[in-house]
């Protein structure tokens, strides 16, 4: 016969394979519905913001020019990086330039940068707000420097990646705008 101990000890060494998948069924990660998502249109030159399912917030952005397109394609947000300095990259059009510290107005990174192609592609502020809705940039997605911070914040409080869909068309999935 066995002891009220071992009766207990074989208890809790029989569920012990069990908890962790209640847990995880319980507690597991938000339906894709649910989940945070950002959609860009490169012809409408928007960024939406899809939180549970439906529009939570429309940005207006700059996309690539034609010669320095935005590429399309899946991709999830990296590395947030605030206030940053603009480092000019090994390409013939950026050859006479400096690099620029954060906040200085001619960086033309202004108050964040979200990777999501690194490491040449990310959404950024701009120093360039007129150039919002048109094809101006090397092919980053622009933003006004105010939102893109904000844009930022939401991605951080989402858990720091989100999925990200870059297409030439906007969404055909119908959608209500939140705010």
Same mark, same amino acid.
């Given at each position: 016969?066995?002891?009220?101990? @071992?009766?207990?000890?074989?208890?809790?060494?029989?569920?012990?394979p069990i908890v962790p998948l209640l847990a995880w069924a319980t507690l597991g990660s938000a339906p894709a519905d649910r989940a945070m998502r950002l959609e860009v249109s490169i012809a409408a030159r928007t960024l %939406? !913001? #899809?939180?549970?399912?439906?529009?939570? $917030?429309?940005?207006?952005?700059?996309?690539?020019? /034609?010669?320095?397109?935005? /590429? @399309?394609?899946?991709?999830?947000?990296? %590395?947030?990086?605030?206030?940053?300095?603009?480092?000019?990259?090994?390409?013939?059009?950026?050859?006479? $330039?400096? *690099?620029?510290? /954060?906040?200085?107005?001619?960086?033309?990174?202004?108050?964040? %940068?979200?990777?999501? $192609?690194?490491?040449?592609?990310?959404?950024?502020?701009?120093?360039?707000?007129?150039?919002?809705?048109?094809?101006? +940039?090397?092919?980053?997605?622009?933003?006004?420097?105010?939102? *893109? %911070?904000?844009?930022?914040?939401?991605?951080? +409080?989402?858990?720091?990646? !989100? /999925?990200?869909? #870059? +297409?030439?068309?906007? +969404? !055909?999935?119908?959608?209500? *705008?939140?705010?």
């Amino acid at each position: 016969m066995l002891g009220p101990r @071992r009766v207990r000890m074989g208890v809790l060494l029989g569920l012990t394979p069990i908890v962790p998948l209640l847990a995880w069924a319980t507690l597991g990660s938000a339906p894709a519905d649910r989940a945070m998502r950002l959609e860009v249109s490169i012809a409408a030159r928007t960024l %939406k !913001v #899809i939180e549970n399912g439906r529009v939570a $917030k429309t940005y207006a952005v700059a996309v690539g020019r /034609p010669e320095n397109p935005t /590429p @399309r394609g899946s991709f999830r947000t990296g %590395k947030i990086d605030w206030n940053p300095w603009w480092r000019p990259p090994r390409v013939w059009w950026a050859r006479n $330039k400096t *690099a620029q510290p /954060p906040g200085d107005p001619d960086n033309p990174i202004q108050g964040v %940068k979200i990777f999501f $192609k690194p490491p040449d592609y990310y959404i950024h502020g701009t120093n360039d707000p007129a150039s919002i809705g048109r094809a101006a +940039s090397r092919g980053c997605i622009r933003m006004t420097e105010g939102d *893109a %911070k904000n844009l930022a914040r939401r991605i951080r +409080s989402a858990g720091g990646s !989100v /999925p990200l869909r #870059i +297409s030439m068309t906007p +969404s !055909v999935m119908p959608q209500q *705008a939140l705010a």
